[in-house]
């Protein structure tokens, strides 16, 4: 809500008592903070409050009592507080790219490395998977939190090319190689019986685990933007991650706490980072060696959580699920969410929301919040970001 010169009847140095409610305002939705300012500074301070997902409840000159009962923002259109118009504002993320290589025509790119990221005593395939990217035309770039499309070789049973299937970059922008020309994934193969009891083997994560270095591979993309981290160095970023959901967290820790990132990028992240990474066994810990590192490296700014679920028990007795840990650290989780700086990422397989939404609306009502009403925020500020499949 802005309100004008002419309608405060004041000049631009008068004051005025705001008065706000929810995520910025304090511990939760029923608390109210009030803010004094100059007629100069309230633009600043709304836009402020907008992103943190607070509501403003009044707007008052300074000196003159509240009312009675605080008056809601209303939906329509407040007057401006400049006489000038103002300069339209920057789209999100507008200069990231998006579908530089389209399924008709596709970047052919070669592979150059196929190895197992599943340890002694894991489960099931899965593989790390880079491609080089050299020569295109325009030049494949992306960034982190993005995907690609892979176009499987062969064709389907009804004698028609495979449909692309999309995955997450496990790379980030310049690379594992450092020299901006490559991208990886991170591939389950996917596995399952049908109704009559065949084991069935996914077709495109088939192909890929299977590849060969040197073969070429059908490329789209990149596409995605709700899982881009933010340009503030002063973040907080908590990461909810299981089996491959883990390929945009690396990519993330990565830009985050790998020297030779930082330098590349000029980006020195200074807030908290905490990996909560759910797996059934040890050995499924995806890039698990890495984390540890960083976590040893930057024990002030990194923090890793696993969630075993065949291997550790909850509270209960029960299976160790993501959730369970997210239930266990429920407090600081919220005492970082009401950071406005705070950014929450989710990737995985998508029946880990419910599990997750359940323990975030047990943690939240523990504090007396409501995450039916509060995740909504979080989403409308931008500051809740999930992938799953």
């Known amino acids: 809500m802005r309100v004008s010169v002419a309608t405060a009847g004041g000049t631009s140095s008068s004051l005025f008592t705001v008065v706000a409610s929810g995520i910025q305002a304090g511990s939760g939705p029923s608390v109210i903070r009030t803010y004094r300012v100059a007629m100069s500074g309230l633009n600043d301070l709304y836009k402020r409050l907008s992103a943190s997902g607070a509501r403003i409840r009044s707007v008052s000159p300074a ?91 062969g064709e389907d049973a009804n004698g028609k090319p495979h449909k692309l299937r999309l995955y997450s970059i496990a790379s ?58 933010p340009d503030d160095e002063d973040a907080n970023i908590i990461m909810l991650a299981t089996g491959t959901g883990i390929a945009p967290m690396r990519t993330y820790i990565r830009r985050m706490f790998e020297p030779r990132e930082r330098e590349a990028n000029g980006w020195t992240f200074r807030g908290k980072a905490w990996l909560f990474m759910g797996a059934p066994k040890t050995g499924n810990l995806l890039y698990d060696e890495d984390f540890l590192h960083y976590e040893k490296e930057f024990s002030d700014n990194f923090r890793y959580t696993k969630a075993i679920s065949r291997e550790q028990q909850n509270a209960k007795g029960g299976r160790m699920y ?52 509060l995740r ?12 799953t499949y």
């Open 172 to 229: 980030t922008r310049h690379g594992d190689n450092y020299k901006d020309n490559t991208v990886s994934l991170c591939v389950r193969q996917l596995e399952y019986k049908n109704e009559a009891g065949e084991q069935i083997y996914g077709v495109c994560s088939t192909y890929l685990c299977d590849i060969e270095p040197g073969s070429k591979v059908k490329i789209t993309g990149p596409v995605g933007k709700e899982m881009l981290l």
């Open 63 to 153: 000196g003159e009592e509240s009312p009675a009962a605080p008056v809601a923002a209303s939906s329509a259109p407040a007057p401006q507080a400049v006489t000038s118009a103002p300069a339209p504002k920057k789209k999100p993320h507008s200069n990231v790219p998006v579908n530089t290589y389209k399924p008709k025509t596709p970047f052919l790119g070669t592979v150059t490395e196929n190895y197992s990221l599943v340890v002694e005593g894991g489960i099931g395939r899965v593989q790390h998977i880079t491609f080089d990217l050299s020569g295109g035309d325009p030049q494949l770039e992306y960034i982190e939190g993005q995907s690609i499309g892979i176009i499987p070789e």
């Open 322 to 373: 993501i959730q369970d840990r997210v239930l266990e650290h429920a407090e600081e989780i919220f005492e970082m969410i009401e950071n406005p700086k705070t950014h929450v990422y989710m990737c995985g397989l998508r029946g880990m929301e419910p599990g997750i939404d359940e323990a975030m609306t047990a943690a939240a009502a523990a504090k007396g919040l409501d995450w039916s009403e």
């Open 376 to 387: 909504p925020q979080l989403k409308k500020a931008d500051r809740w970001h999930v992938e």
